[in-house]
T-cell receptor, first 115, second 116 residues
Framework: AQTVTQSQPEMSVQEAETVTLSCTYD???????LFWYKQPPSRQMILVIR??????QNATENRFSVNFQKAAKSFSLKISDSQLGDAAMYFC????????????FGAGTILRVKS | DSGVTQTPKHLITATGQRVTLRCSPR?????VYWYQQSLDQGLQFLIQ???????AKGNILERFSAQQFPDLHSELNLSSLELGDSALYFC???????????????FGPGTRLTVL
């Protein structure tokens, strides 16, 4: 079974600075999708960024980018120029190509942004 | 706004009771997924329906059941409720079943269930 591990329960960053959230996963599949979701205090799940495993190029969405290391099974999220609105719980998630009916989530990382 | 609606937003009930959570997917989406978010279990997949048929099951208890109706809305039924069932229940929808970048899951706002 696929598992997703987020080893940082909580992180803090100063406004305008850069922060990196870590995620590792375990799978025997060669192709799959990886996602980062943001859950603000409103509890709404918001897709931040996604990556398909066969693509070597790291995904980027404005201030959000990933460092995808397939061999190491690592998928970290970098937030540049952090803003107060970035404060939220961030979940890393795995989506299987073969068994593509569910997202497997990590435990989440709480990100606090200091002004 | 993801386009996925869930009702009710909050539900408070007692142990042993039965409740029904409702989800309306985005227009055109045929797949509906249910997830449970609790403090001790985190976010976990419960069940998926595609065009009225059950497609995948996760860690769903036997006391829980779901269905998807011809109009594609879905209901999650929770019975013989226990204190540990208190959680945030999310519904998500996607255009089709299976994987694919174009099959992104869009999440509803969730239903907060409190069992007293």
């Amino acid at each position: 079974a696929q598992t997703v591990t987020q080893s940082q329960p909580e992180m803090s960053v100063q406004e305008a600075e850069t922060v990196t959230l870590s995620c590792t996963y375990d799978t025997s599949e060669s192709d799959y999708y990886l996602f980062w979701y943001k859950q603000p205090p409103s509890r709404q799940m918001i897709l931040v960024i996604r990556q398909e495993a066969y693509k070597q190029q790291n995904a980027t969405e404005n201030r959000f980018s990933v460092n995808f290391q397939k061999a190491a099974k690592s998928f970290s999220l970098k937030i540049s120029d952090s803003q107060l609105g970035d404060a939220a719980m961030y979940f890393c998630a795995y989506f299987s190509m073969e068994y593509g009916n569910k997202l497997v989530f990590g435990a989440g990382t709480i990100l606090r942004v200091k002004s | 706004d993801s386009g996925v609606t869930q009702t009710p937003k909050h539900l408070i009930t007692a142990t042993g009771q039965r409740v029904t959570l409702r989800c309306s997917p985005r227009s055109g989406d045929l797949s509906v997924y249910w997830y449970q978010q609790s403090l001790d279990q985190g976010l976990q997949f419960l069940i998926q329906y595609y065009n009225g048929e059950e497609r995948a099951k996760g860690n769903i208890l036997e006391r829980f059941s779901a269905q998807q109706f011809p109009d594609l809305h879905s209901e999650l039924n929770l019975s013989s409720l226990e204190l540990g069932d208190s959680a945030l229940y999310f519904c998500a929808s996607s255009p089709r079943e299976g994987s694919g970048f174009d099959n992104e899951q869009f999440f509803g706002p969730g239903t907060r269930l409190t069992v007293l």
